[in-house]
């Protein structure tokens, strides 16, 4: 039997609780553990399926251990979850729910922008990589960037990962020297230097694998969201990243530098 | 050097030697005197070409050298700075042998560190080379042979546990010994012409695998920032940016149909029947996914496509680009588009030129309908024009060297000497190269392109778009003569070929696409040379960039002198001069090339002897190249 961890990896709409990427609840044997303000309709979703996902299923073409990722039926949220099996040697980091306040957005009216990625309209250039690195080193490093293009060529997929700027971010909670903390104006997730004892907890603990380390120095490269202009949505031509709200309405994409498929 | 610390700028400032007899691998210091004459990529690996490989060194022998080369612009956010170029003598056609691929290999040989990578020797089981900041690694690769393209670099990546490997692959089709197999990265991202990877087979080497995780700097932020952005509105502004974004290199099939000069039925005419079920248009209507760009790329040209129903369902990739496009529907006679994708997709997993293939194969079909090749002699296959199942066929053939496939194998020159009974004249190359998927007789500045051209039958060589403009008064302004700006008029093609030939040389030494540099003339020599000096922090003149480019189509006419060639071999098929475009052939009928005339112009224009066809002394020494002189 595995114990579950339901994410909530992707807010395609507007979900108005607000949902936020990042956001989970637990299920551990048949305890199920709910944070506050995990939305009911969301969850509802994913419940006839979590016995099944609970067991090992040994048949090939089963579809249920390949159907990880379940929609939100509220059609402008598109809020999706991704159910994930927590491995049952026992991870322990996270724990039980996350009830502290680290990690938390600060939580204003309106969710704050963050990338939005369209990954069907990435061409897989790795423009975003570039300007990453160049924004933030000084040079043109994609493996110092803190924007990845996850590719799986011959499926012609071309996926971005981003930092999602999670509701409640693991990254900061799992983080024991306080070295991470959230950006009050922009809610990005901010390192302190000076207090990073460089032991790569946070990177782990990313349920979207955002978090890389830098080779030379062991700090983690989390997107900073460049103080609220990020560089790689301004080099990305096809707006597959965008900087802005889930569900708000695409941005005038007729500018150079900023054009639609 | 702006500073006296010995950090490069640009360049990435090491070449990496290896060689495949002791298993022993070195790294030199990039050579400054020659990146400032040859400026990087093509030129650099020109320049080891001619000073290490002597007429002597026979191509598929271990003494050949092949060579990977990036330039100074690779791996930063100039648009397009995406290529590699990768060089040896060519077995296919015996003289200079060169190929630039897009993709992302170039980026991760820089980030790596190295501007270039030097191969010699024969490895004496098969290997695969693994490069890395660290330099070299020879791994065995004994357990990849015979995989195709695709499943070699799967292996690869998995082996080594890392997706970010990039990988370039001498596919089957090289290991089985045919002269016009490339060195093929990612899906559909070819350095497929003269037979690149013929000669890293011949070296005992399935693959070159690279992972950089380094930097690129560039000296001088500022000016560096300033010219791309330059660059970048220019392209944005320009008018061909939307169509080449939408359709890519597509859509020349049905703009070179409606010319009258699409090879079609192997250059029997300039117009195909079924264009509209072949063209770029419909495939952008039907099968396209998405579109998709190379490394660091603004204008997504290329496309993610798959077949939805039908014998091919499934069936997806990269691409494709026009000449696969054209090559196996209009050069072969065939407009089911889903035929023609499984074809292209075939040689890009076997790792086989699409010029090349569709050449043999519709030569073979053109030598069936002529009557010289009877049913039986091509182990009964339906030789008809567009038989589905005869190129599919043909196209297996080849690649395992089977039957007619050997013949065809080894190029549609060494076929036609093979064929005999007057097949020569059928055989669509100059040089040993086959020519691509254009009519030359409608597009007369291409085709003296393509017979001056340093690797033989080739386009990409000079690319003289202008000439398909109508605009008399820019053709005078720029070149001095107005005709310059009509594809059916020979006068002025001498200068506008130069001209061209110069700013592909600029593309291949700075490894930037040509779409942008040529087709949109982004980098006008000024500015290329102050992007040039921002990003190295040297200071480049436009006269010393403009000089690099002409020094290396000179030093190449060296090479190929040295090997005895000259005017004599500046000829095209003499379909090309003698029989006019048919009627059917709309705006091009009638038309022939007019070589001789366009020579005499183009080796006035370049300071070559008009008898022999090679530079003139004071060519050379004005050029700084006293000391290869043939």
């Known amino acids: ?261 | 050097m702006k500073t006296g610390a010995e950090r490069w700028c640009g360049y990435a400032g090491r070449v990496l030697r290896v060689d495949l007899d002791t298993g022993r691998s070195t790294i030199e210091p990039l050579d400054r005197e020659a990146a400032r004459r040859y400026l990087g990529g093509r030129g650099l690996n020109m320049r080891v070409l001619y000073d290490e490989v002597p007429p002597e060194v026979e191509p598929l022998s271990p003494e050949n050298r092949l060579m990977f080369a990036t330039g100074p612009l690779v791996g930063t956010a100039v648009s397009g700075a995406s290529r590699v170029n990768v060089s040896a003598r060519s077995p296919l056609t015996g003289i200079l042998g060169d190929s630039n691929a897009g993709g992302f290999f170039g980026p991760e040989l820089k980030y790596a560190g190295f501007d270039q990578v030097i191969i010699r020797g024969r490895a004496s089981d098969l290997t695969y080379l693994l490069i890395t900041e660290e330099g070299a690694c020879l791994r065995p690769a004994g357990h990849l042979r015979g995989l195709d393209v695709w499943q070699t670099q799967q292996a690869i990546r998995a082996e080594l546990g890392d997706e970010g490997v990039q990988v370039g692959v001498a596919g089957p089709a090289a290991e089985n010994g045919v002269l016009f197999a490339g060195v093929f990265f990612n899906l559909a991202r070819p350095a497929a012409r003269t037979g690149m990877g013929a000669v890293m087979a011949a070296k005992g080497l399935k693959a070159v695998a690279v992972r950089g995780r380094g930097a690129v700097r560039v000296a001088d932020r500022a000016a560096f920032d300033a010219a791309v952005a330059e660059a970048d509105a220019a392209i944005f502004a320009h008018p061909e940016y939307e169509p080449r974004k939408r359709l890519g290199t597509t859509r020349l099939v049905r703009a070179l149909h409606g010319l009258g000069c699409l090879a079609s039925f192997h250059f029997r005419t300039g117009r195909f029947p079924g264009v509209d079920r072949v063209s770029g248009e419909h495939l952008a209507a039907t099968y396209r996914l998405k579109g998709k760009a190379c490394f660091g790329c603004n204008i997504p040209c290329s496309r993610f496509f798959r077949v939805d129903s039908g014998p091919f369902a499934g069936l997806a990739s990269e691409g494709p680009e026009f000449e696969g496009l054209a090559g196996f529907s209009s050069r072969v006679g065939n407009d089911d588009l889903a035929l023609a994708l499984r074809a292209i997709d075939m040689c890009n997993r076997y790792g086989m030129d699409v010029i090349s293939t569709s050449e043999v194969i519709s030569f073979l079909m053109e030598l069936a309908e002529a009557g010289i090749v009877g049913p039986g002699e091509a182990d009964g296959l339906d030789l008809r024009w567009g038989n589905g199942r005869t190129i599919l066929a043909l196209i297996e053939k080849i690649c395992r060297r089977e039957g007619i496939g050997e013949v065809l194998a080894g190029g549609v020159r060494r076929a036609a000497q093979l064929i005999g009974r007057g097949s020569e004249r059928y055989a669509m190359h100059i040089k040993g190269m086959e020519v691509f998927q254009a009519d030359p007789r409608g597009i007369k500045g291409y085709a003296l392109g393509l017979a001056v051209a340093s690797r033989g039958g080739d386009h990409l060589r000079s690319e003289p778009w202008f000439e398909l403009t109508g605009n008399r008064e820019e053709a005078l302004r720029r070149f001095g003569v107005a005709e310059a700006a009509e594809r059916l008029a020979a006068a002025g093609k001498g200068v506008l070929v130069k001209h061209y030939e110069e700013r592909c040389a600029l593309a291949d030494c700075l490894e930037v696409c040509k779409n942008t540099l040529v087709n949109m003339e982004i980098l006008p020599y000024d500015q290329a040379a102050r992007l040039l000096s921002a990003a190295t922090g040297w200071e480049f003149s436009e006269e010393e960039v403009r000089d690099a480019c002409e020094r290396l189509v000179n030093l190449e006419r060296c090479y190929n002198a040295r090997l005895g060639l000259g005017r004599r071999d500046d000829t095209l098929p003499e379909r090309f001069t003698r029989e006019p475009l048919p009627p059917d052939s709309g705006p091009s009928a009638g038309s022939v090339v007019e070589l001789d005339r366009m020579l005499d112009e183009y080796y006035r224009a370049r300071g070559w002897d008009e008898s022999t066809g090679l530079p003139k002394k004071e060519t050379l020494s004005r050029l700084g190249l006293d000391r290869p002189a043939p």
């Not at chain 1, 322990?92 to 069907?120: F, I, K, M």
């Not at chain 1, 999670?166 to 000076?194: E, K, M, P, Y």
């Not at chain 1, 202009?229 to 096809?238: K, N, Q, S």
Request: hydrophobic share 35%; charged share 25%.
């Open chain 1, 1 to 261: 039997m595995y114990d579950l961890r339901i994410v909530v990896e992707e807010v395609r709409g507007f979900c108005d609780m607000p949902m936020r990427p990042g956001d989970y609840c637990e299920l551990r044997g048949s305890r199920l553990s709910i944070p506050e303000g995990f939305c009911m309709w969301a969850l509802q979703s994913v419940l006839p399926l979590l016995p099944a996902k609970q067991r090992r299923i040994a048949e090939e073409n089963d579809w249920v251990p390949r159907t990880f990722r379940v929609a939100c039926p509220d059609p402008d949220g598109m809020v999706i979850l991704r159910i994930e099996q927590i491995d049952p040697r026992g991870e322990s980091r996270t724990g039980s729910p996350p009830e502290r306040a680290a990690g938390r957005e600060p939580r204003t009216g309106s969710p704050l922008p963050r990338l939005l990625v369209d990954h069907r309209a990435c061409t897989g250039c790795r423009a975003c990589e570039l300007a990453c690195s160049y924004r933030h080193e000084g040079a043109f490093a994609p493996s110092l960037s803190r924007i990845r293009v996850r590719k799986d060529e011959p499926a012609g997929l071309d996926e971005p990962v981003v930092c999602r700027q999670c509701g409640v971010a693991r990254c900061v909670q799992v983080c024991s020297c306080g070295a991470l903390s959230r950006d009050g104006r922009t809610g990005a997730v901010v390192v302190d230097a000076g207090l990073c004892m460089r032991c790569g907890d946070c990177a782990e603990a990313c349920p979207f694998g955002a978090i890389r380390i830098h080779p030379d120095t062991a700090l983690p490269l989390i997107c900073d969201l460049c103080d609220g202009d990020p560089a790689c949505v301004g080099r990305c031509v096809t707006g597959a990243l965008r900087y802005g709200r889930a569900g708000d309405a695409a941005r005038d994409v007729s500018a150079p530098g900023g054009r639609a498929e």
